[in-house]
């Protein structure tokens, strides 16, 4: 078993890539939850101090401090150099796209908010795409042309 540190830009065409990652993807979704749960706190903070420095304009930040602070930690660290979030690294899991090109912030957060809306329309299709698509790709991952490989396999 060879081990591969940093995914490659080009979809490997090896199955062992794409075997278990959909359980894993689960996995990382609940750790990537948690940790922006966890910087939403601080966020709420700022949000705070800010409403009081704009004599309550600020506070109209609230309803979406959860949408803002997600979409920056996954633009920033699906963006980014390791080409996954913090759970997904942790799950062992990379993010590529097909055309080979590297996943930059703008379709990390395209990425996102495309899980988000298919989420809301058709919760049980989502993971179930991925059972019956090849590359268990997903629904949003199908419409931008991305695919999540194992970082080893």
Do not use: K
């Not at 940790?35 to 600020?58: E, K, N």
Request: a positive charge.
């Amino acid at each position: 078993m060879s081990v591969n540190p940093n995914p490659p830009l080009a979809a490997p065409e090896d199955w062992r890539a794409y075997s278990g990652v959909l359980s894993r993807r689960v996995f990382a979704f609940v750790l990537d939850y948690i940790a922006v749960a966890l910087l939403c706190i601080p966020a709420a903070v700022v949000v705070f101090f800010l409403g009081l420095v704009t004599l309550g304009l600020g506070f109209y930040l609230y309803p979406i401090l959860f949408f803002v602070v997600a979409a920056l930690y996954f633009g920033l660290t699906v963006g980014g150099e390791a080409q996954a979030s913090p759970g997904m690294r942790f799950m062992g899991l990379a993010m590529i796209r097909l055309d080979g090109q590297r996943i930059d912030f703008l379709t990390a957060l395209v990425h996102l908010v495309l899980f988000w809306i298919l989420n809301s329309v058709l919760t049980p299709l989502i993971l179930l795409a991925g059972l019956f698509t090849e590359r268990s790709r997903l629904v949003h991952d199908l419409l931008i042309g991305t695919a999540v490989i194992r970082r080893s396999y």
